[in-house]
């Protein structure tokens, strides 16, 4: 399998790992480790990228993944601790972490164009699937007011990382 298809299987499987959590709902301390974990492995992806692409453009799409993800983190952790909430690792999270090492191992192979078309694919996967579970399971499951309130503040950010991907996506395709 190609490094840049074995990436995008990854993340296929994190969808069905989404999915599957569902059923049980996550709680409010599991979906505090998804939140980070999530942004996190995008970070990750996006410090790689800052060193391997090749296009101006997508360096910044990269640098951008990595300031407004940050951000997220940064403002998840105050609240978690604010609250007094440890995150609780679950198989969404776990399965979000080892989805990231496996796209980072992949994309670690590869250089110029190829590592651009790649990420840029990682992308619009990956925010397409943090999108999907935003929407259908971490929010409606989100007990508490403040959590379910900073989801919904931090999703326009994750349409519009997709929506920039596509964009990057389809001008890599040209």
Same mark, same amino acid.
């Given at each position: 399998m190609k490094p840049r298809y074995a990436?995008?299987?990854g993340f296929l499987a994190l969808s069905f790992a989404v999915t599957s959590a569902q059923a049980a709902g996550p709680t409010d301390p599991q979906i505090a480790a998804i939140v980070v974990t999530a942004n996190q492995v995008d970070i990750d992806a996006g410090k790689l990228s800052l060193s391997k692409a090749k296009s101006p453009d997508v360096k910044?799409?990269?640098q951008l993944m990595i300031t407004d993800h940050s951000g997220v983190n940064k403002a998840a952790t105050e609240l978690v601790q604010k609250?007094?909430?440890?995150?609780?690792s679950?198989? =969404?999270?776990?399965s979000l972490q080892k989805g990231g090492d496996d796209n980072l191992a992949a994309l670690k192979k590869l250089s110029g164009s190829a590592f651009d078309r790649a990420y840029v694919d990682h992308e619009v996967v990956y925010?397409?699937?943090v999108l999907d579970a935003v929407d =259908?399971?971490?929010i409606p499951s989100a007990q508490n007011?403040?959590?379910k309130a900073l989801l919904v503040k931090v999703r326009p950010a994750f349409v519009a990382h997709l929506d920039h991907a596509k964009h990057l996506q389809s001008e890599l395709g040209k």
């Open positions: 990436a995008m299987a910044t799409f990269a609250l007094h909430v440890t995150p609780e679950n198989p =969404t999270s776990q925010h397409q699937a =259908t399971t971490l007011a403040e959590l």
